[in-house]
């Protein structure tokens, strides 16, 4: 699976929207792009995955730049509850295979 | 929704101890996974099953063994515990793209 880079944390203030950034440049033509977040004590939740074209559902966009080399996930109006660590995750589509977390991006979202 | 729960959410036990950690999933997925995190190091896979009986190694796979007897439930088993396994355990159940992950039970080996 493909090595994802993304910044350690970024602040938010609340009702703003937080674009977060993953970089992925080994991606392969198979793979796709997911995001989880992890809540502070629970476990991650699945936010968004996508191939090359955007995404949005009720929790977030993700916009994949064309040459699938980086991709940026929105949340359009951050709120207190958003705060958390978010997981940029490359892999095959298949849900035997394991999936690798790396340290994700810590999301401060402020009042 | 998908509902994966966890036998307990806090757990200590002694060193050389058999402990038993239980994961139940309601929505007939095929795979399951086991995680340990630790502060510093992520999420680390231990095991996952991919089917009744069959399982898999992931990265980390020393101390554990695991158990998938039927499709809903997938233990986890540290023969005998030691402090360097005190950690916070994390099972997942998955179809095909996304992991469902149950809350996490903390454990503590003393």
């Known amino acids: 699976d493909a090595k994802t880079t993304q910044p350690t944390s970024m602040d938010c203030a609340e009702g703003r929207a937080a674009n977060l950034p993953c970089n992925h440049s080994t991606i392969s033509g198979n793979e796709y792009v997911y995001w989880y977040r992890q809540i502070h004590s629970q476990g991650p939740q699945y936010i968004i995955h996508?191939?090359?074209n955007n995404e949005t559902n009720e929790m977030a966009s993700l916009i994949i730049t064309e040459d699938r080399k980086s991709s940026t996930l929105i949340l359009p109006h951050a709120t207190l509850r958003d705060t958390a660590v978010y997981y940029c995750?490359?892999?095959?589509?298949?849900?035997?295979?394991?999936?690798?977390f790396g340290a994700g991006t810590r999301l401060f979202v402020k009042a | 929704d998908v509902k994966v729960t966890q036998s307990s959410r806090y757990l200590v036990k002694r060193t050389g101890e058999k402990v038993f950690l239980e994961c139940v999933q309601d929505?007939?997925?095929?795979?399951m996974f086991w995680y340990r995190q630790d502060p510093g190091l992520g999420l680390r896979l231990i095991y996952f099953s991919y089917d009744v009986k069959m399982k898999e190694k992931g990265d980390i796979p020393e101390g554990y063994s695991v158990s998938r007897e039927k499709k809903e439930r997938f233990s986890l088993i540290l023969e005998s515990a030691s402090t360097n396994q005190t950690s916070m355990y994390l099972c997942?159940?998955?179809?095909?793209?996304?992991?469902?992950f149950g809350p996490g039970t903390r454990l503590t080996v003393t």
């Open positions: 997942a159940s998955s179809l095909e793209y996304e992991q469902y």
């Open positions: 996508g191939l090359k």
């Open positions: 929505m007939d997925h095929e795979n």
């Open positions: 995750i490359v892999r095959v589509a298949t849900g035997g295979f394991k999936t690798i």
